[in-house]
């Protein structure tokens, strides 16, 4: 039998770009084939020319043996092509039913059939193993609910192909497993499914095969069972990388404070929360969903209100009401969401690196373009951003280009101590690496840099302590030496189990 979808020789370029090289893939029925690569490596392209959002300069496409040319994401959809991407296309205010069934409401006559909708609806929600009324409002309901709403659409009408990106993204080790055995059941009726993902280990978990592109080339296709991990990060970086974490020296013993947080209580948080920061040190924060861990550092950073507290730069004490009085005392907040908080996406890359210190590339009130030309150009050289130009509109970047560029504009304002905020949330691991590099970069320039991160062995890699918050207070500190994930995780849990 030919493959539910083949593609052969497809090519697509973009103004200063070739985003895609002569590409060939193969998808068989009942398989689930993994498409890696580093951000901006093509993927997102490729699953567009696939999804009818893009038409390919030259090449190919086969849907179960018959030449495949969708026009539009209609024509896509027609052909049982779908995608669940890791922002959810949800209408939140309408019901779970009538997002499943938007684009194909049953009807009698000129209105609606409720009662079909809502029963169709529950078939599709059984087949899923997920227990919620069709009548309720998806805004009433959790991030892991919400995905498999949105494979409920996907997979609600003729689906011979499911398109996953970044699936497991914003999910529990608990939701990410109940993912797995969905796709698991969708293969063994036959489906194909596309899995795209930065996480190399859930590779092993659900995938069949793997193909890598590099730079809009396909580097090669692999058996998953024979493959290891070095040499899948070779394929998609072009070079092997010696350690996930390259060796993190101790932090001066006598460095001393050049941040301090003193009895912080965040609006209607209930807990008093003390920390400090040395200068040349990388302080990991850690725990689960709700502990209260983005909510503590915006209430720092002047973006929410807090009760109560006291914030000390280099042992004197300053008032942060706004981001701006926290910018202007040297502290920079890298967002966790770098597309609504950290960056504008219609305006030019140029623009977004020099935002927050438009002193430098000014002059009498009047922006000097060569000057932030020049500024952007550096760091696209040193972060290795993926762009034509620094003209280039952020929206048009790749994710992790994107979040370099939120990296660059804080590297560019000089702080003195910079939060980060999941900083290697959607990253590719070559790119991940060369975050890591920068944030030890930073320490040899004085830097306080303290890191969220929901990876625990990523904060074990990279930082020289880790504080445990649990139910919106920090449950525990964890020393460099005394590193597991066992100690961690006992204090993420300690509130929780009383």
Same mark, same amino acid.
């Given at each position: 039998m030919p493959p539910v979808l083949e593609i052969r020789k497809l090519s697509k370029s973009f103004p200063g770009v070739a985003a895609l090289s002569g590409v060939d893939l193969a998808i068989e029925a009942g398989e689930c084939h993994a498409l890696l690569g580093e951000n901006g490596a093509?993927?997102?392209?490729?699953?567009?020319?696939?999804?009818?959002?893009?038409?390919a300069d030259s090449g190919e496409m086969f849907l179960a043996g018959r030449p495949y040319a969708p026009a539009t994401p209609r024509d896509a959809?027609?052909?049982?092509?779908?995608?669940?991407?890791?922002?959810?296309?949800?209408?939140?205010?309408?019901?779970?039913?009538?997002?499943?069934?938007?684009?194909?409401?049953?009807?009698?006559?000129?209105?609606?059939?409720?009662?079909?909708?809502?029963?169709?609806?529950?078939?599709?929600l059984e087949r899923l193993g997920l227990d919620v009324n069709p009548r309720t409002p998806v805004e009433l309901l959790g991030v892991a609910q919400m995905q498999l709403v949105e494979i409920a659409k996907a997979i609600s009408g003729e689906c011979r192909v499911l398109i996953f990106d970044e699936p497991t993204a914003t999910l529990s080790p608990r939701d990410t497993a109940r993912l797995f055995e969905i796709i698991r059941q969708l293969k063994s009726g036959g489906m194909g499914v596309i899995y795209?993902?930065?996480?190399?280990?859930?590779?092993?978990?659900?995938?069949?095969?793997?193909?890598?592109?590099?730079?809009?080339? &396909?580097?090669?296709? =692999?058996? !998953?069972?024979?493959? @290891?991990?070095?040499? +899948?990060?070779?394929?998609?970086?072009?070079? %092997?990388?010696?350690?996930?974490?390259?060796?993190?020296?101790?932090? &001066?013993?006598?460095? =001393?404070? !050049?941040?301090?947080? @003193?009895?912080?209580? +965040?609006?209607?948080?209930?807990?008093?929360? %003390?920390?400090?920061l040395r200068e040349g040190e990388i302080l990991g924060v850690s725990g689960l969903v709700g502990s209260k861990r983005t909510e503590t550092l915006r209430a720092i950073f002047g973006a929410d209100p807090r009760d109560a507290g006291e914030i000390f730069m280099d042992g004197r004490p300053v008032r942060i009401a706004s981001p701006r009085e926290a910018v202007g005392h040297g502290l920079s907040l890298l967002t966790e969401d770098r597309k609504t908080q950290g960056l504008i996406l219609e305006m030019p890359l140029a623009a977004n690196v020099t935002m927050a210190a438009l002193d430098k590339t000014s002059h009498n009130g009047l922006m000097d373009r060569r000057r932030e030309a020049e500024a952007a150009s550096r760091y696209v050289s040193e972060l290795s951003i993926?762009?034509?130009?620094?003209?280039?509109?952020?929206?048009?970047?790749?994710?992790?280009?994107?979040?370099?560029?939120?990296?660059?504009k804080w590297l560019f304002r000089d702080s003195r101590v910079i939060l980060f905020d999941e900083p290697t949330r959607g990253v590719?691991?070559?790119?991940?690496?060369?975050?890591?590099?920068?944030?030890?970069?930073?320490?040899?320039?004085?830097?306080?840099?303290?890191?969220?991160?929901?990876?625990?062995?990523?904060?074990?890699?990279?930082?020289?302590r880790i504080l445990v918050f649990s139910a919106g207070k920090i449950a525990g500190e964890v020393p460099r030496r005394d590193f597991s994930q066992e100690r961690i995780l006992g204090y993420a849990y300690q509130e929780y189990l009383g």
């Open positions: 093509g993927k997102s392209t490729l699953v567009k020319a696939v999804c009818g959002y893009h038409t959809m027609a052909a049982g092509i779908r995608i669940v991407y890791q922002e959810f296309n949800l209408l939140t205010y309408l019901s779970v039913a009538e997002n499943i069934f938007f684009d194909r409401l049953p009807r009698r006559g000129p209105l609606v059939d409720r009662r079909k909708l809502h029963r169709d609806a529950e078939r599709v795209i993902s930065h996480h190399l280990k859930e590779i092993y978990e659900i995938a069949d095969r793997l193909t890598v592109l590099r730079n809009g080339e &396909p580097i090669g296709t =692999r058996e !998953v069972s024979g493959t @290891r991990i070095p040499e +899948i990060v070779s394929m998609m970086v072009g070079r %092997s990388l010696d350690s996930e974490y390259p060796f993190l020296a101790d932090a &001066p013993p006598a460095a =001393r404070t !050049v941040f301090e947080v @003193r009895n912080l209580r +965040i609006r209607g948080g209930g807990h008093d929360i %003390s920390f400090s993926k762009t034509p130009s620094v003209h280039q509109l952020c929206r048009n970047l790749s994710g992790g280009n994107q979040q370099k560029a939120v990296l660059a590719d691991v070559g790119a991940k690496y060369e975050i890591h590099l920068l944030l030890w970069d930073l320490l040899s320039k004085g830097k306080g840099v303290l890191v969220v991160s929901s990876d625990l062995n990523e904060l074990m890699g990279i930082c020289h």
